[in-house]
């Protein structure tokens, strides 16, 4: 059962136009969610966090949004540089178990020049 | 540039062979973190040391042994591996307070692994 979701395995955008990339989960005992980006052959890179506390939070040109009576985070991008493609995965985890995360499948992002 | 290092960065191996991957941090976190990734698949969590202590461990073949030997370094042992074990091998890190929450793991580039 995958507990973390992310529905669109690719999305193109134009540059300087705003990239949203969502993130549902299923298990509401969630209250820590993270936003990693990955280019090919390196590692995730950790960008924003938030947790269940807030709804908001802002990083540059990064914010995250969390949901938490739809069980939905978003990434939102802007504005978006062709630097951005890469492929963006939400994490999760539980208070219980804070170094345990829940990865989504993942979305790869095109800005296109 | 990454501040968790992995080494090496590829390595070729036969099922018969013993071989291990290395981590290095100097961050100060004191939990470290073993992944593998298959491709165009999340990372999936093998191992988690925290203060130089093994603390989960995600039902991970016998055939990985983890070890810390100090608090910035990280090996993971590689022994009898199958074909299946081809896959990208993350290492993380994160500061260590309380349980770990709200602590974002940082991610070397990882050990692109072949079994032949």
Redesign the interface.
């Given at each position: 059962d995958q507990q973390v979701k992310q529905n669109s395995p690719s999305l193109s955008v134009q540059e300087g136009r705003i990239s949203i990339l969502n993130c549902d989960y299923t298990n509401s005992m969630f209250d820590y969610f993270l936003w990693y980006k990955k280019y090919p052959a390196e590692g995730p890179t950790f960008l924003i966090s938030i947790s269940s506390i807030k709804d908001k939070n802002e990083d540059g040109r990064f914010t995250v949004f969390l949901n938490k009576s739809a069980k939905h985070l978003s990434l939102h991008i802007v504005p978006s540089q062709p630097g951005d493609s890469a492929v963006y995965f939400c994490a999760a985890s539980l208070s219980g178990s804070a170094r345990q995360l829940t990865f989504g499948s993942g979305t790869q992002l095109t800005v296109l020049p | 540039d990454?501040e968790?290092t992995?080494t090496p960065k590829h390595l070729v191996m036969g099922m018969t062979n013993k071989k291990s991957l290395k981590c290095e941090q100097h961050m100060g976190h004191r939990?470290m973190?073993w992944y593998k990734q298959k491709a165009?698949?999340?990372?999936e969590?093998m191992f988690?040391y925290?203060y130089e202590k093994l603390?989960?461990n995600e039902s991970v073949p016998s055939r990985f042994s983890p070890e810390c030997p100090n608090s910035s370094l990280l090996n993971l042992h590689l022994h009898a591996l199958q074909p299946e074990d081809s896959a990208l091998y993350?290492c993380?890190s994160?500061q260590e307070k309380g349980?770990?929450?709200?602590?974002?793991?940082?991610?070397?580039?990882?050990t692109r692994l072949s079994i032949l």
């Open positions: - | 990454t968790v992995q939990a973190y165009k698949k999340p990372p969590l988690v925290s603390s989960i993350l993380a994160s349980s770990g929450w709200g602590q974002p793991q940082h991610f070397g580039d990882g």
